[in-house]
Structures are given as C-alpha cells and as structure tokens.
C-alpha cells in the first residue's frame, strides 16, 4: 500500500513527508490500522536526532497514534476492522513483568520499542518508492504515517463516538505524567509534591492529584518552569506554589524555602536534566521519592549521595510510560475526562501534517503544550 509518511533520511533531518510503502502481509498478532490523528512527544523530536542506533534511519517516528482498524492478523482476537483505537508502546506478553501487568517494564522493552523493526524479527512494515526499507515500530507503531501496523497487545480499544484527534496524546505523554502521579509518587496524603516541567507531561501529572480520594491530596503541588505563562496553566489545574525557574536559579532553596526545611515529600522530573535531578535529591524530605520520567541526553546521569541518601531513606525511581498498563489506565483517564474531572484535552492544539515544522517549532518554543497531527 502507497501512503503518506513523515520520513527522517538522517540523524538531526528535517521531518519530511513523502510517498512509503506500508506491508499489507500483517503477522499474525499484528493490526494495519488508518491513522487519524498522531501526538508530538519530546521523544519522537529527540530521537530524530539520535546518531548511536545503528540502523534507526531512515526512519519514521511517532508513538501516540489514534485511527481505525483496517485489517488484523489470524491470532488477533480482542480487535477488528472498524475498531477507534489508540495505540501505545508494546511488550512481550511473557515475561514476569507483563504477566503482572507491568508492561512498560517487560524484559524485552528496549528492544521491542526502541530496535529497528518488528519486535522480535527486526522486520520492517515501510518501504520507499523504490523498495529499500524504511525504518518502522518506533515504540511498536511509527504512527507518523497515514497507515501503519502495529501488535494487539500495543492497542487499546476506545468508544466509537470518540475524537480521536483529542485523546492520541494519551498513549504516552499524557498517560506518563498521570502514571508517575497516581501509580509512583502515590501520595497518600503526604504534605507536598513538586512537578518540574509544566508542559504536557507535568499539567497531566498535576491534574491526577484531583483524581486521589480526598484524604490522600497533598496539602501542597508545587509546579516549577521557567514559561510564566505555563505556570499560570499549573494554577488553573491544581498547583498551589509555583516556582519560576528563571527567576530562582537555586531550586534546592526554593523548594527548602516553601517547605520551611521540612523537603519534598515526592517530586516528579519531567526534564530529563541532571541539575534538576540533584537538586530535587537534595530537597527531598526523609523518606521522600523522586521520580524521573523526562529524558534528555540518554548518556546523562544524576549522582545522589550515598551518605545522604542512607540517613534520608530517600528514593530515586525511574518511571516508564507512566508505571501503567494501559489497556485499564487509558480508559480510566477517557472516564475522568468525560466527567470534567482530568481536562487534558484543553493542552492540544492540532495542526494537519504538512503543519509539521509548525508544530515542531510550537513544541520547541513554549507557545504548544501539546502538538497533534491531524491526517485527514
């Protein structure tokens, strides 16, 4: 099948949309589905220029896809043509972890999301005009393409009557910030919580504290960037503090500050960068968590210290994908918006997918908290 697709020929290349072929011969456990509309993730940006995968150009990206089911495999048994879906990262199925429900931490993750084809083969669904192979399978779907395929398991069903091109951030971005809230920091009534980095990913996490029981919201959210106008959202969604990290260059102090020396109880870092992590190592209160689920350079490294970090009992975490299982916390986070109680759907702003560059360079100033592409 000849179809429209955001191509990357090379580390650091413009997005580019062009003619690929898509593979019609799905295996067995494998859907094609028509895509409607495609979030913008910082990840998807960063790995357009990422030069230490081998074989990851040329390559097309993006992993927060919504459309509609076309056709499906002889083993798929939970979806068929016509279905809304959205479409998250995938997993193996089999391991200790996806057994448990736990699949952002499957054993085979890296290599299923972040290889070079299909999850376990290496196979690729793309093609140029010409037939020389196009990278496919970014976070099991490279969904920056008017077709593309991708496993069952990475699928989740959603009503018919859905807008497709409002709820496609929630197979990441959005989903991560509200996972790292609810299922990691679990605040269970402790004093404060600290979200670094109000774009989509930390608005989601604040948001998710109105989605605790009453008994268990922290007394104090405190939201920290360095967009005045982003932190102005962080009030509207449920921060009670905000700190402007270009006014106030030592975080550790703010934080201290606000908390009268007594630290952070649990905090979420949506940058990715050291200095923010160390600094919120060092405002953590005794027995404090801080959850990093921002990436940036993937050779950067935090350094906590041993000392400090026994006499606290302080805890560094990771948090992929929000810690969820998504075929239940996707729909969970659709029910709560359809209440008016997690209103992420006001961060978007879709842009048609020969917009790209615009929404790129929305993304990368402050002015878009949530790009999406839209292919019709």
């Known amino acids: ?3 429209d697709a955001l191509v ?7 997005f580019k949309l062009q003619k690929i072929n898509v593979d019609e011969n799905l295996h067995e456990d494998e859907v094609l589905i028509k895509t409607k509309a495609t979030g913008v993730c910082h990840t998807d940006l960063n790995f ?9 150009f040329p390559g097309v990206f993006g992993h927060e896809g919504a459309g509609t089911i076309v056709s499906i495999g002889s083993a798929v048994k939970t979806l068929a043509p016509g279905d809304n879906v959205l479409i998250s990262y995938t997993s193996c199925g089999n391991c200790s972890n996806c057994k448990s429900k736990a699949t952002s931490f499957c054993k085979t993750w890296e290599e299923a999301n ?3 084809g299909r999850f376990p083969d290496g196979s690729k669904a793309y093609s140029s005009e010409d037939g020389k192979p196009i990278t496919s399978h970014f976070f099991g779907q490279s969904s920056f393409s008017r077709y593309c395929v991708a496993s069952e398991r990475s699928v989740v069903k959603v009503p018919d009557d859905a807008d497709l091109s409002l709820l496609a951030p929630l197979g990441c971005g959005i989903m991560t910030g509200a996972g790292a809230m609810l299922n990691v920091v679990k605040p269970a009534g402790k004093g404060t919580v600290v979200v670094v980095g109000a774009g989509a990913v930390g608005l989601a996490a604040i948001m998710a504290v109105k989605l605790l029981p009453e008994q268990d919201r922290p007394g104090t959210v405190v939201a920290v960037d360095i967009v005045a ?3 102005e959202m962080a009030k509207k969604y449920g921060a009670t503090h905000v700190v402007n990290a270009e006014e106030e260059k030592d975080l550790k102090a703010a934080l201290m500050k606000l908390t009268e020396d007594e630290g952070v109880d649990g905090s979420i870092d949506c940058t990715g960068i050291p200095e923010v992590v160390n600094a919120l190592l060092e ?21 906590p210290n041993i000392f400090k970090t026994v006499n606290s009992g302080r805890v560094y975490t990771g948090c992929c994908m929000g810690s969820c299982y998504p075929q ?27 917009d790209m560059d615009k929404a790129v360079c929305g993304v990368h100033d402050g002015t878009v908290i949530k790009a999406v592409l839209t292919w019709e």
Do not use: C, Q, W, Y
Request: aromatic residues 6%; negative net charge; glycine residues 8%.
């Open 1 to 3: 099948m000849l179809t």
């Open 8 to 14: 990357n020929v090379e580390p650091g290349a413009s």
């Open 48 to 56: 357009s220029k990422e030069d230490s995968i081998p074989e990851l």
């Open 114 to 116: 972040f290889g070079v």
């Open 229 to 231: 106008s982003r932190l």
């Open 283 to 303: 405002a953590a209160a005794k027995r404090g968590i801080i959850v990093t689920v921002g990436v940036g350079r993937l050779d950067a490294t935090a350094s």
């Open 328 to 354: 239940e916390f996707i729909p969970m986070l659709i029910d709560a918006s359809k209440r008016g109680d997690f209103p992420f759907t006001e961060l978007i702003k879709t842009f048609p997918v020969a």
